[in-house]
């Protein structure tokens, strides 16, 4: 029912910036959560940031004040500013959409049925 689609991804030295896109269609964008994850090879999907219809948003601690998170509805698109990135920021990034069951739990990722491709992002010192 609802088809995610990122872009933006990239190769950046550190302490650069770069804004990730994820395009949704599909019905009922406006009722999910839609959040970031992030995965590198042997590790687990980690909540990246999450952001409501409405605006709200969280994020996790290793970004705090670097990333920001967006949406414009009218467009059904969410976006990932992200400043000052470091090596440790490399992964494949996903978008998800999913049912909101409060923002202390946005970084379960069985709460998000829908994710989009990956976009890699390459951070290098």
């Known amino acids: 029912q609802v088809q995610l689609v990122e872009s933006g991804g990239g190769l950046v030295q550190a302490g650069a910036s770069l804004r990730l896109s994820c395009a949704a269609s599909g019905r009922t964008f406006s009722t999910y959560v839609m959040a970031w994850f992030r995965q590198v090879p042997g590790k687990e999907r980690e909540f990246v940031a999450g952001?409501?219809?409405?605006?709200?948003?969280d994020f996790a601690d290793s970004v705090k004040g670097r990333f920001t998170i967006s949406r414009d509805n009218a467009k059904n698109t969410v976006y990932l500013q992200m400043y000052s990135l470091k090596p440790e920021d490399t992964a494949v990034y996903y978008c998800?959409?999913?049912?909101?069951?409060?923002?202390?739990?946005?970084?379960?990722?069985?709460?998000?049925?829908?994710w989009g491709q990956g976009t890699q992002v390459t951070v290098s010192s």
């Open positions: 952001i409501r219809w409405s605006g709200y948003s």
């Open positions: 998800a959409a999913g049912v909101d069951r409060g923002v202390t739990k946005w970084h379960r990722t069985y709460d998000y049925p829908y």
